[in-house]
């Protein structure tokens, strides 16, 4: 078992940044990826970013490309997303989740079967 506590959401302006963490504990060698997801009102959840822990490859949806960053510390086992240039758009609650298996193609972590852990959530409201 994997257990993820996420933090750093909250109220922000539009064109504001915001920091999001998520601390794995448990089974943590068992994390082959880490990624964010997000779910808006109303609407189904999606992909945002992932990092792959072995080579720290990144993969990002297009809706956040050249605006958000994600980035990890193995040795803390934990991942953050840096969320600059926020528009009212990216209003959602934000997971992070684990994936345990590995696999070569990061774009198959663009979905949410590969994740078998999944934090709480925490709320990102960006205000026009």
């Known amino acids: 078992q994997v257990q993820l506590v996420e933090s750093g959401g909250g109220l922000v302006q539009a064109g504001g940044s915001l920091k999001l963490s998520c601390a794995a504990s448990g089974r943590t060698f068992s994390i082959s990826a880490m990624g964010w997801f997000r779910q808006a009102p109303g609407k189904e959840r999606e992909f945002v970013a992932v990092?792959?822990?072995?080579?720290?490859?990144?993969y990002y949806a297009e809706s956040v490309k050249g605006r958000f960053t994600i980035s990890g510390d193995n040795a803390e086992n934990t991942v953050y997303l840096q969320m600059n240039s926020l528009k009212p758009e990216d209003t959602a609650v934000y997971y992070c989740?684990?994936?345990?298996?590995?696999?070569?193609?990061?774009?198959?972590?663009?979905?949410?079967?590969?994740?078998?852990?999944w934090g709480q959530g925490t709320q990102v409201t960006v205000s026009s």
């Open positions: 990092i792959r822990r072995d080579d720290g490859n990144t």
């Open positions: 989740a684990v994936a345990p298996r590995y696999y070569m193609n990061i774009l198959v972590y663009t979905k949410e079967g590969p994740y078998d852990y």
